[in-house]
């Protein structure tokens, strides 16, 4: 295998936290007696980092003069409740054991905020992952590239060497922004029309075909 390394989004590519999402988004609306929101919207609220879900899940967004004790509720709900129902999308274990015994390096990029970003990652994949970094208000979120590029230095790998796995417009956005291979993936939260839209030109439906993709690289 010639890539050295494979960098992943978390939601809706390595982990399904779209029922924990949705229960911390509506406990937070509810305790502001704001309307609660399906899980379906909540679906197409994310992949841009908690700030961005709050200000689609309330009505008038930002400028609803409650939004920061959403946010602020969000954050208290989802710090406590992030893994109630969250698990591993199926396969997604096995498959970093094969890409760690091929001495592929592994690492997290996600827009979710950086302290869950760790702990789901700590809780989840232990010591498979040798870095994770998510959202810090000294970088900007994906699509730039600045997370990717840190994750990269942390690594200690070049662009050639690197691929980026995920499963939104956004992510491909990311890896394009980062000059690295996208793969995406069509069991999250985005559906494969979206993908090719975005310019996604390797697109796995389970994690065995995205390891013969990545082979393939």
Known sequence: MRIKAVIWDLDGTLLNTLADLAASTNAALRENGLPERTQDEVRAFVGNGIRLLIERAV????????????????????GAHSRDRTRPYEGIIPLLDE?????VKLAIVSNKIDFAVKELSSAYFGDRMQ???????LRRKK???????EAMRQLGVTAEETVYVGDSDVDVRTAQ???ILCCAVSWGFRSEACLRAAGAEHIAATPDELLTILEAL
């Open 59 to 78: 009505p008038d967004g930002a400028e609803n003069p409650m939004f920061q004790q959403v946010y602020d509720a969000f954050v208290r709900h989802y």
């Open 177 to 179: 922004n980062a000059g």
């Open 143 to 149: 699509p730039a590239p600045d997370s990717v590029l």
């Open 131 to 137: 870095v994770a970094v998510g959202d810090d208000p």
């Open 99 to 103: 890409l760690g015994k091929r001495g």
